[in-house]
T-cell receptor, first 113, second 113 residues
Framework: DVKVTQSSRYLVKRTGEKVFLECVQD?????MFWYRQDPGLGLRLIYF???????EKGDIPEGYSVSREKKERFSLILESASTNQTSMYLC????????????FGSGTRLTVV | GESVGLHLPTLSVQEGDNSIINCAYS??????FIWYKQESGKGPQFIID?????DKRQGQRVTVLLNKTVKHLSLQIAATQPGDSAVYFC????????????FGSGTRLSIRP
């Protein structure tokens, strides 16, 4: 069963901590995405990557960075966590071209205290 | 501007009835549309898609209708079951670039016994 796996379902971190959210996909997809999901705001794109070591800013990249050292793994980094980064974080992947939907992970609910 | 929206934020239906979830889009260049289902605590799950050269597509108990004239998309669920309770998102892709998928804010479907 193909899937996108996010390493943690729930995380609680302190303000100022550096936080790593990991995502791995086993579908050999070129594209990978990080979204955050907040009530009333829907899904907002943070960063995406279409190849190893390549990254593009999404709509809300401030306070975040990403790393894609291997095709199957896309990491989201919160350099210095803040309370306004408390959210559900969703990773997704898709093939490089063509009309395909995304495959999402189960999400990581991050709480920053 | 570009937007994907939903006519109703919540929908309550009787178990066994049919459900219809609506979505409006504003970009006439969009050529691919997707419906996702998100259950509580889980990531969005692909339900069905449709390309702009089609008006209707059927899956198992689900049908998507596309009306390009009025830029309207709908998801019909036949014989709604308790397991259909979720938030449903429509999404549009404005081209072959996967980075151009835009998600709507979602409709919550609840089932009355």
């Amino acid at each position: 069963d193909v899937k996108v796996t996010q390493s943690s379902r729930y995380l609680v971190k302190r303000t100022g901590e550096k936080v790593f959210l990991e995502c791995v996909q086993d579908m050999d997809h070129e594209n990978m995405f990080w979204y955050r999901q907040d009530p009333g705001l829907g899904l907002r794109l943070i960063y995406f990557s279409y190849d190893v070591k390549m990254k593009e800013k999404g709509d809300i990249p401030e306070g975040y960075s990403v790393s894609r050292e291997k095709k199957e793994r896309f990491s989201l980094i919160l350099e210095s966590a803040s309370t306004n980064q408390t959210s559900m974080y969703l990773c997704a992947s898709s093939p490089l071209t063509g009309n395909y939907g995304y495959t999402f992970g189960s999400g990581t609910r991050l709480t920053v205290v | 501007g570009e937007s994907v929206g939903l006519h109703l934020p919540t929908l309550s239906v009787q178990e066994g009835d049919n459900s219809i979830i609506n979505c409006a889009y504003s970009n006439s260049a969009s050529d691919y549309f997707i419906w996702y289902k998100q259950e509580s605590g889980k990531g969005p799950q692909f339900i069905i898609d449709i390309r702009s050269n089609m008006d209707k597509r059927q899956g198992q108990r689900v049908t998507v209708l596309l009306n390009k004239t009025v830029k309207h998309l709908s998801l019909q669920i036949a014989a709604t079951q308790p397991g259909d309770s979720a938030v449903y998102f429509c999404a549009e892709n404005m081209g072959s670039s996967a980075s151009k998928i835009i998600f709507g804010s979602g409709t919550r479907l609840s089932i009355r016994p």
